[in-house]
């Protein structure tokens, strides 16, 4: 079946624009993450939403990153105000629900963002 | 605290031959799973193999192995038979359970694994 998406798979853009992350997830996965990868930090969490709330928004780095989820499918991320550190790789990923089958989180290919 | 450490920052290894990534981990919660991810040059993480805290063999899914050593809070990957498509970054990562209000995978820092013709 296919797997997880994401768009626009690359993004570059000027310091202090907005820009949208798009994530759908696989379907029939109620759980879904966002993750950024940049040099130095590794693989960092920023949100997981089960349906359409967000019980943990913890890894949002700053109030300029928000997330939504509509129809407990489809993820927009979206950063106000872009900064140069804002440069990175957003992977999403999803998985069924702990407790109502494998909860193997699995990876989309990425946005890579470059924010000049 | 780190709760996933991979000590290796890089390793070469012979087409053909085993190799074995280390990984070790920290965790009170009794219910968690460790999971080991491949990240090649395309940028996508591939989900390789899974071992939950409470399964009591090691997990292993074709080439893949996992040395799972609970005492040692230890998840080391074996990739056996290595082939030069293996060449990649590797992580290692765990999820702890719901419980503690955790859903996240907490990853590694990384092994480089380059396979040699």
């Known amino acids: 079946g296919a797997g997880v998406s994401q768009s626009p798979s690359n993004k570059v853009t000027e310091k202090g624009k907005d820009v949208e992350l798009r994530c759908d997830p696989i379907?029939?996965?109620?759980?879904l993450y966002w993750y950024r990868q940049s040099l130095g930090q590794g693989l960092e969490f920023l949100i997981y939403?089960?349906?359409?709330?967000?019980p943990d928004k913890s890894g949002l780095p700053s109030d300029r990153f928000s997330a939504e989820r509509t129809g407990g499918s489809v993820s927009t991320l979206t950063i106000q105000r872009t900064q140069q550190e804002d440069s990175a790789v957003y992977l999403c990923?999803?998985?069924?629900?702990w407790g109502q089958g494998p909860d193997t989180q699995y990876f989309g290919p990425g946005t890579r963002l470059t924010v000049l | 605290a780190q709760k996933i450490t991979q000590t290796q920052p890089g390793m070469f290894v012979q087409e053909k031959e085993a190799v074995t990534l280390d990984c070790t981990y920290d965790?009170?919660?009794?219910?968690?799973?460790l999971f080991w991810y491949k990240q090649p040059s395309s940028g996508e993480m591939i989900f390789l193999i899974y071992?939950?805290?409470?399964?009591?063999q090691n997990a292993t899914e074709g080439r893949y192995s996992l040395n799972f050593q609970k005492a040692r809070k230890s998840a080391n990957l074996v990739i056996s038979a290595s082939q030069l498509g293996d060449s990649a970054m590797y992580f290692c990562?765990?999820?702890?359970?719901?419980?503690?209000?955790?859903?996240?995978?907490?990853f590694g820092a990384g092994t480089t694994v380059t396979v040699r013709a």
């Open positions: 990923a999803s998985s069924h629900q």
């Open positions: 965790t009170s919660d009794p219910s968690y799973g």
């Open positions: 071992q939950g805290s409470y399964d009591q």
């Open positions: 990562a765990m999820r702890e359970s719901p419980a503690s209000n955790d859903y996240k995978l907490s």
């Open positions: 379907s029939g996965h109620t759980a």
């Open positions: 939403f089960q349906g359409n709330s967000a």
